[in-house]
């Protein structure tokens, strides 16, 4: 069993920084971690997933050139750091994972995610 805790959100102004981080515990070893976000009234959507192996990666159009996902599986960790950001990026971000060899952008092909973390970007 799987368990994720994310963490790093918070509020900031458009145009800064956030890093977000989300520590695994439990049998982690080739297992895909997937980012999404889910704003107030809206679905979950698919920002951007890394392989195990950290050699793969997929960026949603909207958060690329700006986001990036990175993990060091010695500390069962994968951070996302969150650069220029914007008003619509607001929303709670959560990290899934599965294991696998692929990079899912649905949500309901991830097996297990965290409670995520608040990010709030202000005009």
């Known amino acids: 069993q799987v368990q994720l805790v994310e963490s790093g959100g918070g509020l900031v102004q458009a145009g800064g920084s956030l890093r977000l981080s989300c520590a695994a515990s439990?049998?982690?070893?080739?297992?895909?971690v997937g980012w999404f976000r889910q704003a107030p009234g809206k679905e979950r959507d698919f920002v951007t997933a890394i392989s195990w192996s950290g050699g793969n990666t997929y960026y949603a159009d909207s958060v690329k050139g700006r986001f990036a996902v990175s993990r060091e599986n010695a500390k069962n960790t994968v951070t996302l750091q969150m650069n220029s950001l914007k008003p619509e990026d607001t929303a709670v971000y959560y990290c899934?994972?599965?294991?696998?060899?692929?990079?899912?952008?649905?949500?309901?092909?991830?097996?297990?995610w965290g409670r995520g973390t608040q990010v709030t970007v202000s005009s």
């Open positions: 439990g049998p982690f070893s080739g297992y895909t």
């Open positions: 899934a994972a599965r294991q696998t060899q692929v990079l899912p952008t649905t949500a309901n092909e991830y097996n297990y």
